[in-house]
């Protein structure tokens, strides 16, 4: 068998490159770190973490899925300095069940099925033409439309997070500045987020509790948990996001319709006494909570 390393990120849900570093061993093979978060949109250094491990150990793999940060932040495999990607066409408008693995040259992988020669060989089994064509011209329109669609998302990201202006104790789970565009993750203390989902839901507002592969699960998230928020904050934390076709008016709707949903469970489950905390409130991290 393997042994994994798993290391710890800080409060904005940043893997130190440092850190990534100091945890190669001579049995290394593989560093993996994901690009962008996809609960919180964070992005993470992964540039820095393959120059980093390159210096000390050429020899180790350097993977990075790719699959939240496709079209919504600028991707270069040179530039990011990895041997592997990975991608999946539905994160940018292309058919479901239908990714792609970048593999540096020279890089050799085992086969994920054995039998056929699809697939140069690396996956038995007739290839999904529709798929594939569907992702090549997603990708094509992404790379088109990149500056206008990235632009749009940022209007609305900026937008949005009027939301934390405009309604006490939240906080921006994540980092400001090195983040996807078209997420946020909010912590809006005092209103359980399954409860926020359901009242949003019937009022014409999608929105997701931890991530979309993890949905149904009462646990509270473990992404956020890591971040050092919490028990209590990670379940009050609920997950925004937008695309290219959504508009400054539906962001707008989700605003007034966060504040009025979040405003009535407060007052159903907060005691009038506790006060209101700020976003450096100790509520929100490790080892806090309402009594």
Known sequence: GFRVTYLPVDRQCRVDPQSVLDALTDDTLVVSVMLANN??????PVA???RLVKSKRPNVLVHTDAVQAIAKTPVDVQSLGVDLLAL?????????GI????????????????GGHQE????????????????????????????????????????????????SMTR??????????????????????LAVQANLGQRGVCVSVGSACSSGSLKPSHVLRAMGLSELAAFCSVRFSWGKFNT???????????????????????PEEIGVCDENCPCFFEGAGIA
């Not at 990714?99 to 054995?114: D, E, F, M, Q, T």
């Not at 962001?251 to 405003?263: C, G, L, M, R």
């Open 99 to 114: 990714g792609a693995l970048y593999i540096r040259k020279g890089v050799k992988i085992a086969p994920l099925l054995r």
């Open 120 to 167: 140069h060989g690396m996956r038995a089994g007739t290839e999904n033409v529709a798929g594939i064509v569907g992702l090549g011209k997603a990708a094509e329109i992404a790379r088109r439309d990149f500056e206008i669609v990235t632009q749009h998302l940022w209007r609305l990201r900026r937008r949005f997070l009027r939301l934390l202006d405009e309604l």
């Open 248 to 270: 400054e008016e539906e962001i707008d709707f989700a605003i007034e319709q966060t504040k009025e949903v979040v405003s009535l469970l407060r007052e159903i489950t907060l």
């Open 88 to 96: 999946s066409a539905h994160k940018f408008y292309g058919p479901k």
């Open 172 to 193: 921006l789970n994540g980092h400001r500045e090195h983040t996807l565009p078209s997420t946020a993750n909010v912590c809006l203390l005092g209103a359980d987020a």
């Open 39 to 44: 609960e919180t949109g964070t992005l993470q």
């Open 48 to 50: 820095e973490i393959a």
